[in-house]
């Protein structure tokens, strides 16, 4: 049984994902994301990339009996205020953690998919993406997906003319409470996320978009949202914040490799320090005033 919740913990929120050496997306991004938003995470590793800013070499899955032993540990250990949800590697996985978010269905999930990788790398089979459908996306709160993966998930087919409102509601139907899709990939000098819920547009958030192509976007958002919903925000409010903590992470990234830019999900803090630094100092009392 969980531990009774301490009122002067910070919110706890448990990330599935796979590792990615580079810190830009996986399990070291939601860390970082999630740390920054004032939350503790507790992070489950269902596989090992090998990867970098470039792109994706290697995947290696971890069992999922290995994951849900991760997951039952720490949630026997400790309340957690919401879930997180990436990749999961395999359908084995996913039906093992469909199974154990089902025993918590009073907590926020936060599903993102990761049907692609950031250079546009297929991440999951035909049979991967009906599990992820069937099992999971009728627990989850909110789905964070780009135009695309809304229609894979949806089951629309590829020359099916479809709106991104149309594959929501489809996905909703299927008993997702919201559906926050994102418009990263479309053409355009703004970037336009909207996000849907029972009644159609629940809000809709238009961007200036950045230059440069970054990895980790989609995961920062995501793990933002984990964040403001186990802080008690509602959805519409968590939804903005975390769209503008990731816009904020976006402007500020940087580039540490060869390829891709990583979001700079601790900026808030840098900025606070280069301020701190460029405050004057205050005069220093005369020695004689001492006296």
Known sequence: MSAERDPDLPPIVLAFAATDPTGGTGLA?????????????????????????VGLESVQLVDAESVAEQARCVLEDMPVDAFK???????ETVAAVAEILSDYPDV??????????SRG?????????RAIAELIVPQTTVLVVTGPEARRLADIDEDDESSAGACAGALIERGCEFVLVTGA????????NTLYGRQGVVRS??????PGAFHGAGGTLAAALAAMLANGLDMPEAAREAQDYTWNALKRAYRPGMGRFLPDRLFWAREEREALAE??????PDARDAH
């Open 29 to 53: 991004a939601d860390l970082l994301a999630l740390a920054s938003m004032g939350c503790h995470p507790l992070p489950v590793v269902t596989a090992l990339t090998v990867q970098d800013t």
């Open 205 to 210: 958030d238009t961007w200036a978009r950045l």
């Open 185 to 192: 990939n479309e053409p355009g000098r703004e970037v336009v």
């Open 108 to 117: 926020p999930l936060v599903l993102d998919p990761v049907l692609l990788s």
């Open 85 to 91: 949800v990436g990749a999961l590697g395999s359908v």
């Open 121 to 129: 790398d297929d991440l999951a089979s035909e049979d991967m993406v």
């Open 279 to 284: 405050a004057p100092e205050a005069p220093r």
